[in-house]
């Protein structure tokens, strides 16, 4: 089983500042199988990134995601008031298939 | 457009089963390659339950696996979670969700609390 790292627990920022969260695996995640999703209380996450770098469907251009192997990280270039939250790393690995989730990075307020 | 609803009782007795049903509206279920179970206990992080893909194919947590079985009623457009022998510890928000795809999931219910107490 492929465990999911994620730093820091959690980011204090203000609007318009950049954001940089991390994502390490413990093995090496196959195909990039890497996704970021994002979860506001009380509604169910949103898929924001896919294969480690394609946004989802409308998820605006502030969001990028890099990586390979075991280190992924998700950038938001300036963030908005909508954008905090908490964000969970998320990998497929098909050997045995599975879905594993990180504990989340909150990025909240300053 | 995809729009998935979870649906069963919020309250399940210990070591009962905890039975809860997604149903898929505005597009086919047996179109879509991949279903899933997400749970979230009160507070905390996300965890894969299971997952069955198109061609019959289910894949559970093994964790759970000794506990679960996902099912798939196309007549119904609709999938369904067993868990049995519930505990405490099974408490939480579960999730349905899909996508085209086996790795990961841009469509999800609104998610559904259900309490494991006596």
């Known amino acids: 089983e492929i465990v999911l790292t994620q730093s820091p627990g959690t980011l204090s920022l203000s609007p318009g500042e950049r954001a940089t969260l991390s994502c390490r695996a413990s093995?090496?995640?196959?195909?990039?199988?890497l996704a970021w999703y994002q979860q506001k209380p009380g509604q169910a996450p949103r898929l924001v990134i896919y294969?480690?770098?394609m946004r989802a469907s409308g998820i605006p251009d502030r969001f990028s995601g890099s990586g390979s192997g075991t280190d992924f990280t998700l950038s938001i270039s300036r963030l908005e008031p909508e954008d905090f939250a908490v964000y969970y790393c998320?990998?497929?690995?098909?050997?045995?298939?599975?879905?594993?989730f990180g504990g989340g990075t909150k990025v909240q307020i300053k | 457009q995809m729009q998935l609803q979870e649906s069963g009782p919020g309250l399940v007795k210990p070591s009962e089963t905890l039975s809860l049903t997604c149903t898929v509206s505005?597009?086919?279920?047996?179109?879509?390659?991949?279903w899933g179970w997400i749970r979230q206990p009160p507070g905390k992080g996300l965890e894969w339950i299971g997952s069955f893909y198109r061609g019959g194919t289910t894949n559970y947590n093994p964790s759970l696996k000794s506990r679960v079985t996902i099912s798939v009623d196309t007549s119904k457009n609709h999938f369904s979670l067993e868990l049995s022998s519930v505990t405490a510890a099974d408490t939480a928000v579960y999730y349905c969700a899909g996508d085209h795809n086996s790795a990961w999931y841009f469509y999800w219910g609104q998610g559904t609390l259900v309490t494991v107490s006596s």
């Open positions: 505005g597009y086919s279920i047996s179109r879509a390659y991949s």
């Open positions: 294969g480690a770098s």
């Open positions: 998320q990998q497929y690995g098909n050997s045995p298939p599975e879905l594993t």
């Open positions: 093995q090496s995640v196959s195909n990039n199988f």
